[in-house]
C-alpha cells in the first residue's frame, strides 16, 4: 500500500511539472531555430531540469564529467544511473546507429561499476540495465510530448531499484553510409584488433573496456549478419548447450548469446522451422530459444 501511495504521488508530481520541464526544454531549443545547431551541453540541460524538477532527484545528486562520463545521477554519493549525452538531434534512432553511444556508456559504467545506464540527444531518452557486460533495455521515451511518460518512475528515486525491462525494435537503417577514420577508436569505439570489429558486432562482450574478452563475431561493420560467420558462432555455443566449447563465456550469459544469435538467424531466413533444408546448428538454435521462451511453441513448430 506504501509503494501505492509514493507511486501515484510521483504520477501527480511529473503530471504537475511536465508543462513546465517542456517550455524549458523548447526555450533551451531556441538556438537550433536561429542557427541550425546547438551543442552537446544544451542536452545536458535538458536532462538536468528533467531530473531535478520533474523527477525527484536532488540538484547535488546530478555530477558532470565523472571519468569521462557526461552525467552521472547518485544518492548519498553512490553512483545509480551514468548517462551519456549528444547535441539535441544528433542521434539517429535506428538498432545499429545508437549502439555505437550505447557501447561508449557501458565502457564508462563497466569502469565504474554501474549498474543503469542510458543516451539522450535531448529528444528521447534511452535507459538500459547492465549485467556485467550485457544490456537489457529498460525505458525508452520521447522527451518531445504533451503528457509525461509514466515509465519515468522507474529512473526516480523510488523507482530506481524496482525491476524493469522492455522489448524494443528499433527500425534498422543500414543505407546511411558510416562515417569512418583511419584512427583505432572509431567513433568513440574500441576495436577488436583481431578482427578489426567493435564490440556491438560481438554476441558477447565480456569487458567493454578489453576487446580481447568480445566472442562471436557475428555481424559486419555496417550492422548486417555476417553469413560466413554467423553459423560459427551459432555452432560454438549450440553444439554444447553448456558452453563447454565457448569455456570463456559464463553459463548465466549464454542465453543472452543464443538470443542475439537467434535474432540475427531469423533476420537473414536461417531460423525457419517450415524449412526442411534448414542447416543442423539452426535447428539446434531454434530449439534452444524456443526452450528459453524466446519463441513461443506452435503446434508442429518444434523441430528435432
Known amino acids: 500500500m506504501e509503494n501505492q501511495a509514493k507511486y501515484k504521488k510521483f504520477i501527480e508530481r ?14 533551451l531549443l531556441i538556438q537550433q531555430e536561429r542557427f541550425g545547431k546547438v551543442p552537446e ?4 540541460n535538458i ?16 555530477n558532470y564529467q565523472i571519468d569521462y562520463a557526461d552525467i552521472e545521477i547518485t544518492k548519498l554519493g553512490i553512483k545509480r544511473i551514468l548517462i551519456e549525452t549528444k ?27 554501474v549498474s543503469v545506464i542510458g543516451i539522450s540527444d535531448g529528444e528521447k531518452l534511452y535507459i538500459l540495465n547492465v549485467k556485467g557486460g550485457l544490456i537489457e533495455p529498460r525505458i525508452f521515451i520521447s522527451l518531445d510530448t504533451e503528457t509525461p511518460n509514466e515509465d519515468l518512475y522507474y529512473i526516480s528515486v523510488n523507482g530506481i531499484d524496482k525491476k524493469k525491462n522492455i522489448d524494443i525494435d528499433l527500425k534498422n537503417n543500414q543505407k546511411e553510409s558510416l562515417i569512418k577514420d583511419t584512427e583505432k577508436v572509431i567513433n568513440n569505439e574500441l ?16 569487458n567493454p573496456n578489453k576487446p580481447t574478452t568480445w566472442k562471436l563475431p557475428y555481424l559486419l561493420e555496417d550492422g548486417s549478419v555476417n553469413i560466413k560467420r554467423l553459423p560459427g558462432a551459432v555452432q560454438c555455443v549450440v553444439t554444447n548447450f553448456r558452453g563447454l566449447q565457448v569455456k570463456t563465456i ?28 534448414m542447416a543442423n546448428c539452426y535447428k539446434q ?3 534452444a530459444v524456443v526452450q528459453l521462451g524466446y ?10
Open 47 to 62: 536532462i538536468f531540469h528533467l531530473f531535478t524538477e520533474v523527477l525527484d532527484w536532488n540538484i547535488k545528486d546530478i
Open 191 to 206: 576495436l577488436n584488433t583481431q578482427y578489426n570489429l567493435p564490440a556491438r558486432c560481438f554476441a558477447y562482450i565480456g
Open 250 to 277: 559464463p553459463e548465466k550469459d549464454i542465453p543472452s548469446v543464443l538470443l542475439k544469435l537467434g535474432k540475427a538467424a531469423k533476420s537473414v531466413g536461417k531460423l525457419d522451422p517450415e524449412n526442411p533444408k
Open 87 to 113: 547535441r539535441p538531434g544528433g542521434i539517429i534512432w535506428d538498432q545499429f546507429k545508437i549502439e555505437k553511444h550505447i557501447n561508449q556508456a557501458l565502457r564508462y559504467a563497466y569502469a565504474q561499476k
Open 295 to 304: 519463441l513461443k511453441y506452435e503446434e508442429n513448430s518444434n523441430i528435432s
Open 285 to 287: 538454435l531454434y530449439n
Open 14 to 27: 511529473i503530471n504537475s511539472n511536465w508543462a513546465n520541464f517542456t517550455e524549458k526544454r523548447k526555450s
Open 41 to 44: 551541453k544544451i542536452t545536458e
